[in-house]
């Protein structure tokens, strides 16, 4: 039996105060739609939907960039949860199978869970994800009668008894597709908000004679951004969280809570991280290789054995294979360092591959942008790139070859070859210090007046 998901994410996220739609503000250097489409990916959906409202072009770029399959609707106005599915309807006319439906601003949904809400579709016709409330607050509220889920009541239409319960309404549904939209049509607005609730199809399935039941996952998992505040306390949940992990997958870190991880990154046993290192987007380390102080690493893949850091900034596209040496104030942008590899100090390499064990001087520059378009760099194994070198690409420097320091290259050089694009030296004796003695004499001519 398949699974289709439908995402809702058409709510501006007043609350956030920002001109940004609420899931696309990130959360380990992902956007919170990321993480809803990214948990549920376990299910192995059919089809993904996605709805989109506030700055929905902008939303819709995101989640395609995520998954080119997804299909993005649009819902006009927010008029609730409910009529929100309902724009899914079309997008879902030729698939059969249940739909699960998740909220675009819950990101910590884990695999367990959706898999537990699938599971339980066995026994009921719709299946609610619930929780136990530290504090219920303003969540809807899941009245049940021994295992079954009778109705589900919004906090606003509570009464001071039903808001006494703490088992709440997560927000995900799940129910086969056909039914859910039948249910979906009946769902009228006659509440205190004047929105079409989700929630509804609880009762109306009900009466109906469908089953309807829960099943609870942690708090933690439920947790939904509204404010900054909210965004801020689910990062630092995740950041620990993925501390913990790291520490548990044999990862050496001295000051873990100076670290900081994106919700993709990847990193090896007997790896050593060390303190301020910052992960975005991309990352895989593999276990033995070293990430000294104040790194920031995004889109890299750094090998077994390769050293990074301090203070070096590797960007996507970097790719360190295995004992490749990357030191202090090196920037790597789209190159390739083979094995053994060294760029130790003060370089920046972009648009380049580098042979194995070839040595770059300190200030080795690639010239990979010409204002309009990018060039490639290409140098050989085992080459030996002098201090200071500026090479102009597109350009290739041979395996074996050399650079004299201070050289800009802007022509080939062939292997084995040493190239020198420098101006000559040309030493007067004694001029140095005659000069010296003039300036200082003049300086003190100036001094008496
Ligand atoms: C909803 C539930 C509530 C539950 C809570 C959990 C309803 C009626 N209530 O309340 O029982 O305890 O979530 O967090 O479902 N959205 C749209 N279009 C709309 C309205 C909402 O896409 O027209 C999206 C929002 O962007 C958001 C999600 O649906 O991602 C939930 O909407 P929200 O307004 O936050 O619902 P709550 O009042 O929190
Ligand atoms: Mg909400």
Redo the contacts with the bound molecule.
């Keep these: 039996m398949s699974v289709s998901l439908i995402i ?4 501006q996220g007043s609350r956030m105060q920002s001109d940004l739609p609420k899931v696309l503000h990130p959360l380990a250097q992902v956007p919170l739609v990321v993480h809803a489409m990214r948990a549920a990916r376990a299910l192995e959906p059919a089809r993904v939907v996605v ?1 989109v ?1 506030h700055g929905g072009a902008q939303v819709a770029d995101v989640v395609l960039a995520e998954d080119e399959r997804a299909q993005v609707v649009q ?1 006009q106005e ?4 409910a ?2 599915v309902a724009q899914a309807r079309a997008a879902l006319a030729d698939v059969a199978g249940d739909v699960v439906v998740l ?3 819950t990101p910590f949904l884990s695999e367990e869970t959706l898999q537990a809400l699938r599971a339980a579709r066995g026994a009921h016709d719709v299946v609610v994800l619930g929780f136990e409330a530290a504090d219920p607050a303003r ?2 509220r899941l009245i049940t009668r021994g295992d079954s889920l009778e109705r ?1 009541v ?1 906090f606003k239409d509570a009464s001071d008894e039903e808001r006494l319960i703490n088992l ?4 995900v549904i799940c129910a086969d597709g056909a039914q859910l939209f039948a249910l979906v049509d009946k769902v009228g607005n006659d509440n205190a908000a004047g ?1 079409y ?3 509804d199809i609880v009762a109306l399935a009900r009466e109906n004679g469908l089953s309807a039941g829960v099943v609870l996952c942690p708090e933690s998992e439920t947790l ?1 951004i509204n404010t900054r505040a909210e965004l801020a306390a689910a990062e630092s949940a995740f950041q620990a969280r993925a501390r913990a992990a790291a520490l548990e997958n044999g990862v050496a870190m001295q000051a873990p809570d100076t670290v900081i991880f994106a919700q993709d990154t990847v990193i090896g046993c007997d790896s050593i991280i060390e303190p301020y290192v910052v992960f975005g987007p991309g990352v895989s380390v593999e276990g033995g290789a070293t990430i000294r102080a104040f790194s920031h690493l995004e889109g890299a893949h750094v090998s077994r054995g390769a050293v990074v850091g301090p203070y070096a900034r590797l960007r996507s596209g970097a790719e360190l294979a295995e004992d490749v040496r990357v030191g202090n104030f090196v920037e790597i942008k789209n190159a390739t360092l083979d094995e053994g590899a060294k760029v130790n100090h003060l370089s920046y390499l972009g648009d380049a591959h580098v042979g194995a064990r070839a040595n770059l001087g300190a200030g080795t520059i690639t010239c990979n942008y010409d204002g309009v378009f990018k060039h490639h760099t290409s140098i050989g194994e085992g080459a030996f790139i002098g201090s200071n070198t500026m090479l102009v690409a597109p350009v290739a420097v041979g395996a074996h070859a050399m650079t004299g320091s201070g050289s800009v290259i802007t022509n080939d050089v062939p292997d084995g070859a040493l190239a020198l694009g420098r101006a000559r030296q040309d030493t007067r004796p004694g001029l140095g210090k005659r000069l010296m003695d003039k300036l200082r004499a003049a300086k003190a001519a100036k001094a008496k007046g």
């Design positions: 809702l994410a058409a709510g709805v409202g819902q927010q008029l609730g949860t009529h929100a909220y675009g601003d969540y809807g589900i919004e709440c309404n997560s927000g929105e609730y989700l929630t939904g």
